[in-house]
């Protein structure tokens, strides 16, 4: 395998994977030219990610296992379904869509994970991670009740084995004896160390004709004799668990296999053959290495897990102009560390997302306060929650589009017992090229109907500051939700005071009689933009609730028609709030509600997403004038 200092400057030559149009091309292939196709695979996927950028390592770590799998098993009669989908780019470039990789991300072209609509080879559509195996396990059965004798198999990585969900579904396919593949492929990030000679050896006996049949006619034979059948399996468990990790497997009704090289191509391809016929649960375990092929990946697996496009012949991904203006991530960055500076009950928890939600300053100066759990937004949740029992400060950092895996523990750990926990809730809204499965559309629907907690929604880095004290300091559980992304330029620094909870600011007065723009967080610049053209009032309303009913009831008095604009679906959002606070009132007055529409919304850059749902200044302003118009 050829190894890359730099991103190829032009495509490379492919010849044999040239040839490749579906899966089934590539099953005539000798190991000689599998192992050349595989080098292939793994230097257009450099190519074609530098030109458009995406998901990166995790793609270049499974280019042998990806060959091996779609070699072996009759994909898409067989169910291939791989968790999170962040090592997709190879599966996709066999499966029909090679020429189709330049559209990677974009408006209109390839997703950046698996989508069912997309192509058959795309069995089950991800974006969240530990839904494999649960998802393979349901095929399964699915095809037990209908009589139909494909084969299954699920991916799922170290990091995404870490959920209770993978666990569960674990333990559920060990009970009803699915006829199922699960592959383990740890890259070396956590479970195992690297593998040695008896480990493969340990491999290749456990799958071997002769092992299965003298295990199989063992069993048969002990189980005449009284409590011999537990002995024997005790003492291969005992066996296996000295020279591999295979005891919990074992326990849950898998049969373990492992850990094996998962860059050996031929001993892939020679252990799936044994294993895909097998009944029951099987459990194999393969290691590899993220980044695989790519020496500056291969160095940095974390910071090159996505890139940016690449310039072609630098490896270097920082090139060195003007700075950039501080994300909302990084206010909150510096928001955490100057708090925690200050008060030494603030405990900082994440679900293994500290480099996303810019928890590293906070994780080195404050070590014994930071816990990352892994991807467990439940117990990260309910973590907070028992911490918060015991007079000490949680602060969730936890993405928008992830908190709807912990809701559950969000209304009955924290809400129920009003619990001061803080969540600062990082990419809201309309997030990117990641599509439907990360943007966080819901929150403010989702949040708003929970009793006691409160909502704030900062239309710049100044308010975003000031809002996670006001949620900090609140006796209860309060959430901030802010874009991925800058915001205007807003200058803040430390020490801001709160926010007078449930106030909005007026931010300018137009004509009375007119248009009062009602603008909740990250849409005010266009919204002003609007504002100006329209001579309209605008106030940026800051907290979604409680709801600054004064300052609404005031703008109906006013105004002939109230416009709430928001980045968030409308059903149910901020402006069904207001719209439920005028009912209350017995208030009749013109009411337009802006915001994302009731469907989900697929990729794109946040430009073109919000030009899409009329979220942009043109936009807002054109829905205004038509309805002004009728």
């Not at 599966?91 to 997309?118: N, Q, V, Y």
Request: charged share 20%; with cysteine; net charge negative.
């Amino acid at each position: 395998m050829k190894l890359f200092n730099n991103i190829p400057e032009t495509r490379p030559a492919t010849p044999l994977l040239d040839r490749i149009e579906q899966p089934s091309d590539l099953r005539s292939l000798n190991a000689r030219q599998l192992d050349s196709l595989a080098d292939e695979l793994r230097a257009y996927l450099l190519y074609s990610v530098g030109c458009t950028g995406g998901h990166f390592g995790a793609g270049l770590g499974v280019i042998e296992l990806t060959v091996a799998l779609h070699q072996q098993y009759n994909t898409p009669h067989d169910r291939l379904v791989w968790d999170v989908g962040h090592q997709t780019y190879p599966h996709k470039i066999l499966t029909g869509r090679r020429e189709a990789m330049d559209s990677m991300r974009r408006h209109g072209g390839l997703a950046a994970f698996p989508r069912r609509e997309e192509s058959p080879f795309d069995t089950f559509g991800v974006g969240h991670s530990s839904t494999s195996i649960s998802a393979a396990l349901g095929m399964a059965l699915a095809a037990r009740t209908l009589g139909d004798n494909r084969r299954v198999c699920a991916v799922i990585g170290d990091g995404a084995l870490t959920a209770g969900m993978a666990f569960e579904a674990l333990a559920h396919a060990g009970h009803v004896e699915a006829n199922m593949l699960v592959v383990l492929n740890d890259n070396e990030m956590s479970i195992s160390e690297n593998v040695g000679g008896m480990a493969t050896y340990l491999s290749r006996i456990l799958t071997s004709g002769p092992y299965v049949a003298a295990r199989e006619g063992g069993k048969r034979v002990l189980s005449h004799l009284p409590g011999a059948l537990d002995i024997a399996r005790r003492t291969e468990e005992h066996v296996k668990g000295m020279l591999s990790p295979a005891t919990l497997f074992e326990e849950m009704g898998f049969n373990y296999v492992g850990p094996i090289d998962g860059h050996d191509l031929g001993l892939l391809i020679r252990t799936l053959r044994d294993l895909k016929n097998r009944s029951g649960p099987q459990f194999l375990h393969i290691v590899t290495r993220k980044g695989k092929g790519f020496e500056p990946a291969e160095g940095d697996p974390i910071g090159y897990h996505a890139i940016t496009k690449l310039e072609k012949g630098k490896t270097d991904r920082t090139p060195a102009p003007a700075p950039k203006p501080l994300k909302f991530c990084n206010v909150f960055s510096h928001w955490i560390c100057d708090t925690a500076a200050r008060d030494s009950r603030l405990i900082g928890i994440t679900p293994a997302m500290r480099e996303g939600s810019d928890l590293i300053r906070f994780s080195k100066e404050y070590p014994e306060r930071y816990y990352d759990v892994a991807i467990a937004e439940q117990h990260a949740v309910t973590l907070a929650a028992g911490m918060a029992c015991e007079n000490v400060k949680p602060v969730v950092a936890i993405y928008s589009t992830f908190l709807q895996r912990g809701y559950d523990q969000l209304v009955h750990d924290v809400a129920v017992q009003g619990l001061d926990v803080t969540f600062a809730i990082d990419r809201a809204g309309l997030v990117g090229e990641d599509g439907a499965t990360h943007h966080g559309a819901l929150d403010l629907s989702y949040l708003r109907c929970i009793p006691g907690m409160v909502i704030m929604a900062p239309s710049d880095e100044r308010e975003c500051y000031r809002m996670l004290t006001t949620a900090y300091q609140y006796d209860g559980p309060a959430a901030v939700r802010y874009p991925r992304g800058s915001g205007p330029g807003a200058a803040f620094e430390a020490g801001l005071e709160p926010l007078e909870i449930g106030r909005a600011e007026l931010r300018r007065e137009g004509q009375k009689g007119g248009v009062a723009l009602l603008v909740f967080g990250s849409l005010l610049t266009d919204a002003m933009t609007v504002a100006d053209a329209l001579d309209a009032t605008l106030y940026d309303m800051r907290f979604v609730k409680p709801l600054d009913s004064e300052a609404v009831l005031a703008a109906a008095a006013d105004h002939a028609l109230l416009v709430t604009v928001e980045e968030n679906v409308v059903a149910g959002g901020a402006g069904s709030g207001v719209g439920e606070l005028l009912a209350a009132a017995g208030v009749s007055v013109g009411l337009l509600q802006l915001g994302i529409p009731d469907q989900f919304i697929e990729h794109g850059t946040p430009q073109e997403l919000r030009a899409d749902c009329g979220l942009d200044a043109p936009g807002i302003e054109a829905a205004i004038r038509k309805r002004l118009a009728t």
